[in-house]
């Protein structure tokens, strides 16, 4: 059984952000932010025909700036969230909105005519997360199984969040400005159309004193050693109400109702940290990644030590993702341009090892044979994918599909891979 | 006939004739001396027919008187006839007068014997009257004889019956004085009244019906029993030596006491002696600590050689003492005294393993080895008696060389820990400028010299356990697994191993999480360390162990020099990646930290490199200086003859500035990728933390690589202004003229470099990249 090819598509623009279609569940559907500085960016609706292997694509134009990060929404199929950069002569500022694409390419892969270029479709803006007051922003984060209305976006050393209202067409970002700066403190803005809880705070309260300065004046933050979040993941356990982030070499998870810090995982990784994510099964593992070329898992209960860690990378590692039925399989992107496909049964919700009755069911032939193929599997690499020559940023898995996902490097080119079938079987049989 | 019996005759006295004879008959002379007389008397039937008869023969029996004449006429010339003539005439006179004599002395000796005989005659007629006399007379004195011997009879019976009465009397005059003998003895010398008694007891007993014997017999029991009993109560109750105990218990049973009883008596008797043995040698120890070793205790009073000493010959010579009469007491039987002299030696052994335990420190390991030695050949002596105990003896022994190996592992660990310890001062220590502290070479030196230094004493020390004139060391637990596994495994291997895992703990130890993270430089040498074990120290170490230690065919298996050299090469490999990881990210982090808090977009023309480059070149000067002074140059790939003057980034002015162009029109937004595509076709993929090699160029370019795909993943991040992108132009061009001479293949700086610069520009709003010429000129003015 021949695995099948990797299937590779290029863009014309450099790029970064990558996202699944979350809230679609039958196609295929990944969508690509490009970031140029010279022309208009593009969000590459990239829709993947399974049977045939063919990638159909439609082009979006994303005017504001170069796409920094993507997310959709997990209940709205037409949603999405970008992080762009908004350049003028003397300063970039990145800033997150809310966006509409089109209804016909909402789902389904229309036909769209080959002349991209001059049939473009825009996106219609939702709302825009104003962000003046806090800083760039890094990603947004949908609640994950909500219903769209809620999202988390991370601001240099703020997490705020969002609440959108149904009709809303606009979002102004009208923080109370005061207050003392060793407390949490909750502010809420109200608007005609949109409600906006914002919940800012100082990344721990040790900290405070180190980055008051930076805080009070935020036009001084290029200085010495800003903290500045780099990455978080809203974890779907709990009732959505834990997220983690990532700032420098630490890993710090935050309770959503009190807005305290509930753990926090120093020098997490030797340097810094690129990305975390949760176990979709296993409601106290996390993963995380970064420049010391490591993966680690920590059981945020006690995280005085990772459960595991995994070296296979040979440069920074940008993105790691659990696959999201079964997770053993683990994805990252590496600078060093390869993805690998690890197989972490050990620390699955997977029982390790297999039960015995499985056998007791199959005749002796084939039982001699499945006793070959099933022998418990150990904690190992299954593939490196060298298809990319440039770094890789970003990797996700299908929402669809679970045995199939998307990587994309810098140079533009994304790649579409599938689980090996006899890992695939291995684990379905 | 005549002749013959003449010549028979004269045969003595005619010595002359055959002579002068022979020489004139040549070949039939005498050929034997009694040859004559043989003839005479007849000649064989064989000689006579091998010899024809010469009648020319004088003396021979076939002589021919006319022959003879015949012959001697006509051969002999006429004076020589006469001279024969004469002769002859003058023999046969002498012949005559010969025969005269004799018959004369013959005659003479027939009629003496004629007399002789005639007298004898005479004679023999006295002597029958003599002998009847005599025959007469003996039968006289045989009768008075006969009477003599039947009168005396009767008397003679009755004194030899008196005689017996006497003896029987004083046999029963000693019976009966038995008692009082008893009595007087038993008190003072009880072995001779059991002599005594001994003598009297079977008399006794066979006349025990009569009444007065019987009383004598009862007295001298009860006697006998009152002396019983009170060996007894001594027995029980004095504590004594071990001879008197013997002597005791000897009497004892020569009383009849029951074997078994005493034998029990005997061997509690004997327990509590040795008990108390036990017990001084136990005072010695310090009480046994039921909370484990929480508090030391104080050094033990006497060494342990004196120790062993007074264990042996007090505790084990009366073991052995005692053991011995028991046998010799109560015969073969030993099922009792099995078991309570291997409890005792078990007590012992354990008393001995205590005192062992107490030997923590190294001390004299050759005083450790004559006490053991001494406690061995000591034991041999009970062992005859208690085969069990050998092996538990043995097992003792090798158990305390087995510690004191261990100990001395653990010492090893300890004095290369502080070793170490002083390298990594000796590396903290601040020099004072312009002086440079000890190099890393020499530190190197001192390092492997003091621990091999170290590990050939230890090895030196342990060998006294198996010297030739200690006696366990025969034994074969030291001959053949105390070698290798004790030595050779528990020992070497295990100290290379350790050290091994030790260098590679400063790699995957606490290092990343919280306990401060080994120096570069320790890492450094360590790596070397490593490798030196792995080319030549270890099999040194191993080969100095088999010689030392042989190691039996028959042997367990032993770790092979190659897998071993394998564990070292691996840590010394994983200690130089990861010194190239920490230092390349050392390198990184301030490129990185450059990178992020620059504003790339409202900077100002480049006027100079900034400082941070030169703090690079400067950093990766100094490693290079570090790395050189522990391993070799190491090959670099053949460069081309102008190298150093290639051109940085693609901007250069040599290159048509359109030839770049096209990838920022709109009408080949492909173009760009393609090109770079192309490009990546042909370079070889670059894995950056990637192992390096062993030697310095290898180990510059892993830093390098790190550091520059450092500075263009940061690049990326960046927006640049058109001046922000002169800049990382000018700082490349810096880094080019710098590093390209530390790394094994100039291309992977250079393709770095220049996708620095291909992501600059990408990155860049304003691609307007900066003369050639200035960049050149602002990279040379420093």
Redesign the interface.
């Known amino acids: 059984m021949e695995d099948d090819a990797p299937v590779i598509y290029?863009l014309?623009?450099?790029a970064r952000a990558l996202t699944p279609q979350t809230a679609e569940t039958d196609a295929i559907r990944f969508l690509v932010g490009t970031q140029s500085?010279?022309?208009d960016n593009q969000i590459h609706i990239i829709d993947f025909d399974d049977e045939n292997n063919i990638i159909n694509k439609n082009v979006l134009l994303h005017q504001v700036g170069e796409i920094w990060h993507i997310s959709t929404s997990p209940a709205d199929k037409g949603i999405l969230a970008t992080c762009y950069?908004k350049?003028s002569?003397?300063?970039?500022m990145t800033c997150a909105a809310v966006w509409r694409m089109p209804k016909e390419l909402e789902s389904g892969s229309h036909e769209s005519p080959d002349d991209s270029s001059s049939n473009t479709q825009t996106l219609e803006l939702l709302c825009h997360l104003d962000n003046t007051a806090h800083g760039n922003m890094a990603c947004v984060m949908w609640e994950p199984m909500g219903d769209g209305k809620k999202i988390i976006s991370l601001a240099d050393n703020n997490i705020l969040l969002w609440d959108l209202q149904e009709s809303s067409t606009k979002a102004v970002l009208d923080p109370r400005e005061a207050q003392k700066m060793h407390k949490v403190w909750i502010e809420s803005a109200e608007e005609t159309t949109v409600n906006i809880s914002v919940y800012r705070f100082e990344v721990t309260c040790q900290q405070i004193v180190r980055t008051l300065p930076q805080l009070s004046s935020s036009t001084a933050l290029?200085?010495?050693g800003q903290l500045k979040f780099t990455s978080g993941r809203w974890s779907p356990h709990h009732n959505c109400t834990q997220i983690a982030t990532a700032n420098d070499t630490t890993v710090r998870g935050w309770d959503t109702r009190s807005m305290r810090q509930i753990y926090c995982i120093?020098?997490a990784h030797?340097?810094?940290v690129r990305d975390l994510d949760f176990n979709p099964n296993k409601q106290y593992y996390l993963a995380s990644c970064g420049d010391?070329?490591k993966v680690k898992f920590w059981d945020t209960r006690n995280v005085?030590?990772p459960v595991k860690t995994l070296e296979e990378?040979?440069?920074?590692v940008w993105n790691v993702r659990y696959n999201h039925s079964h997770d053993q399989l683990i994805l990252t992107g590496s600078?060093?341009?390869r993805v690998i496909l690890s197989n972490m049964v050990s620390i699955s919700s997977e029982p390790f090892g297999h039960m015995v009755d499985d056998d007791e069911l199959s005749d002796q032939e084939d039982q001699h044979q499945e006793d070959k193929i099933k022998e418990p599997l150990q904690d190992s690499v299954i593939a490196t994918y060298?298809e990319h020559?440039?770094?890789v940023y970003a990797v996700e898995w299908s929402s669809a599909d679970p045995w199939l996902f998307a990587s994309l490097s810098?140079?533009?080119r994304l790649v579409i891979n599938r689980v090996p079938r006899a890992l695939k079987y291995h684990i379905l049989l | 006939m005549a002749a013959v019996t003449t010549g028979s005759g004269a045969g003595s006295g005619a010595a002359g004739s055959p002579e002068a004879t022979g020489g004139s008959t040549g070949g039939g002379g005498w050929r034997r001396p009694h040859g004559p007389l043989q003839r005479y008397y007849g000649p064989s039937t064989a000689e006579a027919a091998e010899a024809p008869p010469d009648p020319t023969d004088i003396n021979g029996p076939h002589f021919d008187p006319e022959v003879f004449m015949n012959k001697v006429r006509s051969e002999c010339p006429l004076g020589q006839l006469l001279a024969r003539e004469a002769a002859l005439g003058r023999e046969i006179r002498a012949l005559d007068s010969d025969m005269q004599t004799l018959l004369y002395e013959n005659y003479n000796k027939f009629i003496s014997a004629t007399d002789t005989i005639r007298k004898m005659k005479v004679d023999f007629r006295h002597m029958e009257a003599e002998m009847d006399d005599l025959a007469a007379n003996m039968a006289a004195i045989s009768a008075s004889s006969a009477r003599v011997s039947a009168a005396l009879q009767d008397r003679h019976r009755r004194g030899a019956q008196l005689a017996g009465v006497q003896a029987l009397l004083r046999k029963l005059q000693a019976l009966v004085e038995v008692p009082g003998r008893l009595r007087r003895w038993a008190g003072t010398e009880p072995a001779r009244a059991l002599r005594c008694h001994a003598r009297a007891r079977a008399v006794l007993r066979h006349y025990r019906h009569l009444p007065s014997f019987r009383a004598i017999e009862d007295e001298s029991h009860a006697i006998m029993a009152d002396l019983a009993q009170r060996l007894r109560t001594r027995l029980r109750e004095e504590t004594l030596d071990p001879k008197e105990l013997i002597e005791c218990v000897e009497m004892l049973l020569q009383l009849e006491e029951p074997a078994e009883e005493l034998s029990e008596e005997f061997l509690s008797q004997a327990g509590a002696r040795l008990e108390a043995e036990l017990a001084a040698l136990e005072a010695e120890l310090p009480a046994a600590d039921p909370s484990g070793t929480a508090t030391t205790p104080p050094p033990p009073a006497s060494d342990i050689l004196d120790f062993v000493d007074r264990g042996s010959s007090a505790f084990v010579g009366t073991l052995c003492q005692l053991a011995g009469s028991y046998r010799a007491l109560f015969g073969g039987d030993t099922g009792r005294l099995e078991p309570f002299a291997a409890a005792l030696a078990t007590r012992y052994f354990a008393l001995l393993e205590r005192r062992l335990a107490l030997e923590r420190g190294l001390g004299d390991t050759s005083l450790l080895v004559r006490a053991l030695d001494r406690f061995h050949r000591r034991l041999r002596a009970l062992l005859e008696l208690l085969p069990a105990g050998a092996d538990a003896a043995a097992a003792l022994v090798a158990r305390a060389a087995r510690e004191r190996v261990d100990r001395y592992l653990r010492a090893l660990q300890t004095f290369f820990l502080g070793c170490l310890g002083d390298v990594r001062q000796a590396l903290a220590a601040p020099r004072p400028p312009g002086k440079e502290g000890p190099g890393l070479p020499e530190l190197l030196a001192q390092l492997a010299a003091s621990v091999l230094g170290q590990l050939k004493a230890v090895l030196a020390y342990v060998q006294l356990f198996t010297a030739r004139d200690i006696a366990f060391a025969s034994l074969p637990y030291f001959k053949g697994e105390f070698c290798v596994t004790a030595v050779r495994e528990g020992l070497v291997v295990a100290f290379v191993r350790w050290l091994c895992r030790t260098a590679r703990g400063f790699v995957d130890g606490p290092a990343e999480r919280g306990a401060p993270a080994a120096p570069p430089a320790l890492l450094l040498l360590l790596a070397r360390l490593c490798l030196d074990y792995e080319n030549s120290t270890i099999s040194y170490i191993l080969t100095l162990t088999d010689e030392q230690f042989p190691p039996q065919d028959s042997g367990p298996a032993v770790t092979p020099g190659p897998a071993l050299c394998a564990e070292a090469r691996a840590a010394a490999q994983r200690l130089l990646d990861h010194y190239v990881q920490v230092q390349g990210a050392a390198v990184a982090q301030m490129l990185r930290k450059s990178v992020e808090t620059r504003d790339w977009l409202g900077t100002v023309e480049p006027r100079n490199v900034r400082a941070v480059m030169k703090r690079v070149v400067e950093d990766i000067t100094a490693i290079d200086v570090q790395v050189g002074q522990l391993f070799e140059e190491g090959v670099r790939r053949a460069q081309s003859s102008d190298s150093s003057r290639r051109a940085f980034s693609v901007y250069s002015s040599s290159r048509a500035p359109g030839r770049y162009a096209p990838s920022y029109t709109p009408s080949a937004p492909m173009d760009t990728h393609l090109l770079s595509n192309i490009q990546k076709l042909f370079s070889e993929r670059i894995d950056i933390f990637s192992p390096v090699e062993f030697n310095k160029v290898s180990v510059l370019t892993g830093i390098i690589k790190i550091s520059l795909k450092t500075l263009l993943e940061c690049v990326r991040l960046r927006t640049l202004g058109r001046f922000g992108l002169q800049q990382v132009q000018v700082d490349g061009h810096y880094l080019q003229l710098y590093l390209w001479r530390f790394a094994s293949d100039e291309r992977v700086v250079q393709g770095l470099l220049d996708e620095v610069a291909a992501s600059a520009a990408h990155r860049c709003l304003d691609p307007v990249p900066m003369e050639h010429s200035v960049v050149e000129l602002i990279c040379e003015r420093g």
């Open positions: 290029g014309e623009f450099q500085l010279r022309y950069n350049t002569d003397t300063k970039v290029e200085g010495k120093e020098n030797g340097q810094l010391d070329c005085t030590e990378h040979s440069h920074w600078s060093d341009s060298e020559e440039d770094s810098y140079d533009g």
